[in-house]
Structures are given as C-alpha cells and as structure tokens.
C-alpha cells in the first residue's frame, strides 16, 4: 500500500507503508519513540552578551497584526546558522522558528532564547510517541507535563505550542491508527488545563491537522479540542509535482471544513514546495494568498533534504519566487 503523494512531508515519493509517514523526513531533533532519548544536535548557546528582545504580548499575538515567515531548519533554533543562511538568501528574517520535540523531553529554555534573541516566536511541535495519547489523558504524564509547563511559565515570553500535529493521518501512534479522536481531545484538553494551573499562560496553543485530500474519510470536528483550548488552526500541507499548486486548491477543502465549526485564524504550519516547472508560481501562490487573507496568519516552510526531495529555500528560483513575495508581506515585529 502506498501512502498518498498528497500527504504531508512525502509529496512526490512513493514509499510503503513500513515506511510511511511524515517521520520519513523527520526534523534531525526528534526521536523515534525514545522519548527520553537525546539526538545528536550542534548547540548554540545564546551568549551572554544577547539580550532578550521584549515581544509583544501573547494576547496581542493571538490575533496579529501582521503575517509570521517561519522556518523549521536543520538544527534549530538550539544551532541558528541555517536559519542566518536562509535569510541572507531571501532578503527577510523568519519572525517564527520551529522544532520538534519529542515527548518525555525538557522545555527547551536555550532554543526558545535563541529564537527570541533572533527576533523569532518559538514554535514547538510537540510528538507524543510514547506513551499513549489515552494514558496521557489519565494521567500518566502529569508530573512531566506540569514540570514542563513550570518552565514555559519561567521563560515568560510568548511561545507557541502545538501538540500531536497530523492527528487525522494514520502514520503516527497519535493519530487514527493509534487512538481515537475522543482520546486525542481528552489529552489535549488535560494538557492545557495543566498548563493552566501552572500559570503557564504564555502559550499559543496550535491545532495542527494535515490538510484533508489524502485522508477525505476522516471528519475533523470530532478532533476539535474547542475553541476556549485552541488560538490558533495548523495546517499542514505541501505543494507536490502530483498534487495541487495553487492556494487554494492544497488549503482550500481542509479551510472550509474547518470554517463549519470555528473561526479561529491559520497558519500554515509545515509546508514546502517540489521542484517542478509550477514551483515559482506555486511558491507566489503560497506567499500571496498568506498576505492576502486576513484570516491566515503566515506560513512554516520546512527548509530540509529527505528522502530524495530538496524542500529547501535554497534554491534559485525558489529562493527569488520567495524572496520577491516576502518583500510585500507585512510582518509581525516581537520588538516593541
């Protein structure tokens, strides 16, 4: 069985389904189900003599004004070279810097300062390989979850967070062929009301499902945590040689789906696009309807090499089609 070129982070490779799924092309930060396991990473250590910017405050970045260019790179933030490299190559720098952390790990204080430092929201996805959604929801991880939130609570600044992305595909534990949707709600919910008790209030918390054409038969109202647990709707969806390249035709089906049951504002939150003769225009059509929809708050390019696909910025025509369209697209400013 082959995993539909559609589906987030394998647009264009065909892969079975012992290897399916979006951990194929896998930020070099994560791990595969050891939670308590460290990858081999280059760290940067904020220096000393950096000083933090003071952001704005959470409630004002709940609802912008303006648009987030987000990166999740090789290494980052904890290791920002990739992150300077890219934005020397499109003239703008991000305003949001992603990783991914598995589940059982600690807040990661220096990325988050590194982020900030560079003038970036810090952006974690949070991957709950082990243990199971359902025992997370009875409990099981409490006194992880409220350590956790204690230190995002510490940091004091903005941070977004978002928890179990792709639920509604079937190539992780968390989402449909590993739980079910009333357990991944139950977890979600649990997890904020922690968060909560620990004063940890400084979050964004993410929504994050995979845009809905390779997974048509899977409703995403029941995935729905409700609008008082969720500030912001992750999409993720990339623009394949196989697929649509416009806007409208990756984001639109997932949008109005989602549009029958909250208005709360997107972004796209993982994204890329395939080289092909579409990928200027696919990249414009990206760009320019981020800046033109008022509800969509910016984007996530996912700037990495995997399995045979170059997703990165680096590219030439990509790197102009970017650079070109970022310059007219207003940005949120952290700084005060």
Sequence with gaps: MTRSLWAPCLAGVAVTVALAGCGLIRA???????????ASIPRQAATSSAKPRVVIPVSELRDPR??????????????????????????????LIGQYLSWGRPFDTMAATNALNSGALYYMVWEPFSPSVASIANGASDAYITRFARAVHAFGEPVAISFGHEMNGNWYPWGTAGTTAANFVAAWRHIHDLFDAAHATNVIWVWNPNIINPVPGVPLEPLWPGGSYVDWIGLTGYFAVTGPHTFDGVYGPTMTEIRQFTT?????????VETSSNQRSSVSSLIGSVKDNSDVLGFVWFDYYKNGVDWS?????????????????????LGQ
């Design 264 to 272: 709360k504002p997107f972004i796209i939150a993982e994204t890329a």
């Design 313 to 333: 910025l680096d590219r030439p025509r990509v790197r102009a089609a970017a650079a070109g369209a970022l310059s007219a697209m207003p940005l949120v400013r």
């Design 28 to 38: 070099p930060g994560s791990t595969w189900g050891t939670p308590t396991g460290l």
């Design 66 to 95: 303006g648009k987030f260019f987000g990166l999740e790179a090789s290494g980052a933030p904890e290791d920002m070279s990739t992150v300077g490299s890219v934005a020397a190559g499109v003239g703008v720098d991000p305003n």
